[in-house]
């Protein structure tokens, strides 16, 4: 089998070279302009907003932000989260027929209820969330000193080995494995 590569051939030119029209190169050149406009005011924008933002987060963007963070905590913190707040985790249908937990949406309703104060709080309680995972290869594992938990545990002086102790008593005391 031959596989004409000579770009000037007169046989073969027409089916192996490919050039496109002069309407699609000024169509790719607007498009290609739209895109760079695009990415330019988004870099753009964070500046100028920032610029205008007030000392004292406004109500929304406190929210924002709290939501904002909620959702990046993924799937797994979500749920944790939802244990410490001993929220009920509604299962809804789904469009594919199951059902699931839309902790988005639970929380955003939270949120927009929740005073000052408690958005305080669970800001601060999302960025604990993370901590919470105990690897099953590993769950004896005590925390170290340096996960924000154990950090803000110190810093608002909560005695961690009295919460161990504690937990160790009632379960010890209900005859749970350890």
């Known amino acids: 089998m031959h ?3 000579d770009e000037k051939c007169k046989t073969h030119r027409q089916f192996s070279h490919y050039e496109i029209s002069p309407q699609e190169r000024e169509q790719r050149r ?3 302009l ?3 406009v695009q990415k330019e005011a988004r870099s753009r924008l964070p500046q100028a907003v920032r610029q205008k933002l007030p000392r004292a987060l406004a109500r929304a963007d406190f929210e924002m932000v709290a939501l904002d963070y909620f959702r990046r905590l993924g ?3 979500h749920h944790r989260l939802f244990q410490v707040y001993g929220l009920e985790e509604k299962k809804t ?3 594919w027929g199951g059902a699931s937990v839309d902790h988005e949406k639970m929380a955003e309703a939270r949120i927009h209820a929740m005073t000052a104060a408690d958005l305080n709080r669970f800001m601060v309680t999302c960025a604990l969330v993370p901590d919470l995972y105990c690897p099953g ?3 004896t594992e005590t925390l170290g000193r340096e996960p924000n938990l154990m950090r803000t545990a110190v810093r608002y002086k909560v005695n961690a080995l009295n919460v ?3 937990v160790t008593a009632e379960l010890s005391a209900r005859g749970k494995p350890l």
């Open 164 to 166: 161990v102790t504690r």
């Open 30 to 32: 607007k498009v290609a």
């Open 93 to 95: 249908k789904t469009s």
């Open 137 to 139: 290869y590993s769950s």
């Open 3 to 5: 596989v004409c590569t």
């Open 34 to 36: 739209a895109v760079r």
């Open 75 to 77: 799937h797994d913190n």
